[in-house]
Nanobody
């Protein structure tokens, strides 16, 4: 099993920054990709960014390109999501998730992911 714990959420004003962390434990050799997802109030969950553990390849949703950066520290089994120039529409519960394997074209498909964290709330005020 793999356990994921998110941290770093909070409340910020528009234009501000936050850095989310996703710490993995357990059988960390099992997964090859970690993704960040978010679910705004009353809306469906959507993929935000993903990073492949081996290659370091990264993928982003169009809505966050140029503002968010995903990175990894394999030694710490931790993935980060640096969020800059935050907008009110970024307000959501943010989750990290890990997968045994996912084709890059489906990095944002939540049903491809096997393990999920409990989520961390991000609130951006205007």
């Amino acid at each position: 099993q793999v356990q994921l714990v998110e941290s770093g959420g909070g409340s910020v004003q528009a234009g501000g920054s936050l850095r989310l962390s996703c710490a993995a434990s357990g059988y960390t050799d099992l997964f090859n990709c970690i993704g960040w997802f978010r679910q705004p109030p009353g809306k469906e969950r959507e993929g935000v960014a993903a990073i492949y553990k081996g290659t370091g390849a990264t993928y982003y949703a169009d809505s966050v390109k140029g503002r968010f950066t995903i990175s990894r520290d394999n030694a710490k089994n931790t993935v980060y999501l640096q969020m800059n120039s935050l907008k009110p529409e970024d307000t959501a519960m943010y989750y990290c998730a890990a997968t045994l394997g996912v084709p890059s074209r489906r990095w944002g498909a939540s049903d491809e992911y096997n393990w999920w964290g409990q989520g961390t709330q991000v609130t951006v005020s205007s």
